[in-house]
Structures are given as structure tokens and as C-alpha cells.
């Protein structure tokens, strides 16, 4: 199936949580997709997404808008590559949820209805980390172990059982969620780009620095 290599950007404010990527208009006619349908986004790792239609000001950008929790499943951050294709999803009958890190004294099997509330109509994937924050819940991000029945993406519906497990997952030892990313600053989008340049510089290019003999900044004072 054909796919198309896109630029990772940042997701704007009011798609943050819900699970989509936006894309500008001419790869979506050449994927045949539509808003809504899923899509498998390859980086570093491998998630999945819902695909909406990407904003006017975005055409020709050649860009794909995510939030921080799916550009961390797909191992990837700003400005990074990806590889994104059409793919079909299964309704799921039953998702096995793990914590990332141990949660003492908290019967999370208790929370499975509610969390089959916050998720319904999400698209998961084996391996994919989701933060659940509400009033139920202290944040806890859980880790897709399986999806039945077996499928590249799987969609939660009223109808999903959602099995937590009290155990942490072993996998997600190196895969920890930031419990915030750059969408979560809100109103300070020229200040988060000056740190996004300070922070992100060094680390992607550090032979910059060793070429003009000056040492990167090893942090930043806010």
C-alpha cells in the first residue's frame, strides 16, 4: 500500500488528546483518505491515528501536526520524519491496559468503565503509552498490551471490554511519558519556540557546536 513521508509539526491546541494527525489536502487525496479514517504513522516505532484534514495556512508544507503523546509512540519529535499510510481497523473487543510504573493502593480494575469513557472511539495499537488524567484518576499513563481481536489498529467502542492490569508493563521500562510536552504551555507559543531552539539545537546537531569551538547550553533557567 502506498505511503508518503512527511515532516513531524506541533499539534495546534484544540487537538491535543484527541488522538488525531492533520495532513494537508493533496496527500490525503493520494492515500484515498478521508477525515476520521485511520492511518499508521512509522517512525522510530510504530502507532496509529485518526487523520483529519490539515489547516489552509499548512498546504504544500509537506507536514503532519501530532501532540506529544503520538509523535512519543512513534518515537519521533519536532521537525523529525515520518512515514504515514492508509490502514484498516478492527473493532475491539477486549484491550488489556498495564501501568507504565507501579501504582500502590489503587485498584485500577475499578476504573475500566471510565476509562472505556475517556477512550471510546480511539484507534490503539499494541505498545502505545496513554496518559489518562480526570477527576477519577491521578495521572497514570497505561500501555496497550493487547488488543483482541489481533489487528494493525484497534478501535474502542461502548461495546470494548477494557482489562487493567495491576502489574506494571515490563516493556515500557525506556518508554516513560513526559507529563508534559510542548502543546500543554499554553499561550506562549513564541517563548516555547525560542526553548524548543535552545533545547533541541544541541541535541540534533551537536557537530554545530564542536564546529564553531563553543560548548551547547547544558540547560535552561526559566
Known amino acids: 500500500m502506498e505511503e508518503i513521508e512527511l515532516k513531524v509539526g506541533e499539534a495546534r491546541a484544540g487537538d491535543v488528546g484527541r488522538g488525531i494527525a492533520r495532513v494537508e489536502s493533496k496527500v490525503m487525496e493520494k492515500l484515498n483518505l ?16 485518526r487523520v483529519w484534514r490539515g489547516y489552509p495556512e499548512d498546504e504544500g508544507l509537506g507536514i503532519i501536526r501530532m501532540d506529544g503523546i503520538i509523535r512519543k509512540n512513534a518515537g519521533v519529535g519536532i521537525d523529525d520524519k515520518v ?12 484491550v488489556k491496559l498495564a501501568p507504565a510504573e507501579a501504582v500502590p493502593g489503587v485498584d485500577l480494575s475499578a476504573f475500566a468503565s471510565q476509562l472505556k469513557k475517556i477512550l471510546e472511539n480511539f484507534v490503539v495499537t499494541k ?8 477527576m477519577f484518576l491521578p495521572q497514570i499513563t497505561f500501555v496497550v498490551t493487547n488488543i483482541t481481536p489481533s489487528a494493525d489498529a484497534g478501535i474502542i467502542t461502548y461495546d470494548t471490554e ?3 492490569s495491576s502489574k506494571p508493563a515490563k516493556e515500557v521500562v525506556l ?36 564546529k564553531l569551538g563553543i560548548e551547547p547550553p547544558k540547560g535552561v533557567l526559566l
Open 175 to 210: 518508554r516513560k511519558v513526559p507529563r508534559v510536552t510542548y502543546e500543554d504551555i499554553g499561550g506562549l507559543k513564541n517563548e516555547v519556540q525560542k526553548i524548543r531552539e535552545m533545547i533541541e539545537l544541541p541535541l540534533k546537531h551537536p557537530e554545530l557546536f564542536e
Open 127 to 134: 505498545g502505545d503509552l496513554i496518559p489518562i488524567s480526570s
Open 83 to 94: 512515514k504515514i499510510r492508509k490502514i484498516e481497523a478492527k473493532l475491539a473487543k477486549k
Open 34 to 49: 478521508s477525515s476520521g479514517d485511520v492511518i499508521e504513522i512509522l517512525g522510530k516505532k510504530r502507532t496509529v491515528a
Open 162 to 164: 477494557i482489562d487493567i
